[in-house]
């Protein structure tokens, strides 16, 4: 799907702000019949820009209190210590996103934890044994002031 039109555009932003929202419902809000909302939705998901649905958590809620922005260098960038590390981050559940990035570091992780014993620990446990791991800089969140899955979703021109 090369582009995207004002109706798509519409699904994904209701879909965004409410992912259990029925075929019927979105139908209703395009103010248009089942049948054809229901072959643009699985065209999205057929193109892969909906890749899934799921639910938003409450990380607090779940005892999650502390959110770190982990930045770690590494020595070694072979082929093997990479998939390595990658298998590590991504078998990982506090390890919320991953990013290799530019500058002075090369990896930024999005990691959560109880409390600060339980983010110690998994530095211990786990950041401080990924392969090739030579530095390991946290900045701790104290406050979050945005957070936010949702994409700006921009009709396309033709």
């Known amino acids: 799907m090369s582009s995207i039109d004002p109706v798509n555009a519409?699904?994904?932003?209701?879909?965004?702000?409410?992912?259990r929202m029925t075929n019927a419902k979105l139908a209703e809000h395009l103010h248009m019949s089942e049948t054809p909302c229901w072959r643009r939705l699985k065209k999205l998901e057929e193109a892969g820009i909906i890749e899934g649905y799921q639910a938003h958590l409450n990380r607090r809620k779940l005892g999650l209190g502390v959110m770190a922005f982990v930045q770690l260098?590494?020595?070694?960038?072979?082929?093997?210590a990479t998939a390595e590390f990658q298998r590590i981050i991504e078998v990982t559940p506090n390890i919320l996103a991953c990013h290799n990035t530019t500058g002075e570091d090369d990896f930024l992780l999005?990691?959560?934890?109880?409390?600060?014993?339980?983010?110690?620990?998994?530095?211990?446990?786990?950041?401080r044994r990924l392969p090739g791991v030579t530095?390991?800089?946290?900045?701790?969140?104290l406050k979050e002031m945005k957070a936010s899955s949702k994409l700006p979703v921009r009709v396309s021109k033709r």
């Open 10 to 19: 519409q699904i994904l932003e209701l879909l965004q702000s409410d992912g």
């Open 73 to 80: 260098s590494c020595s070694e960038h072979d082929q093997t």
């Open 110 to 127: 999005i990691v959560v934890a109880r409390d600060l014993d339980d983010y110690s620990a998994f530095v211990d446990s786990t950041l």
């Open 135 to 141: 530095s390991i800089r946290s900045n701790l969140s």
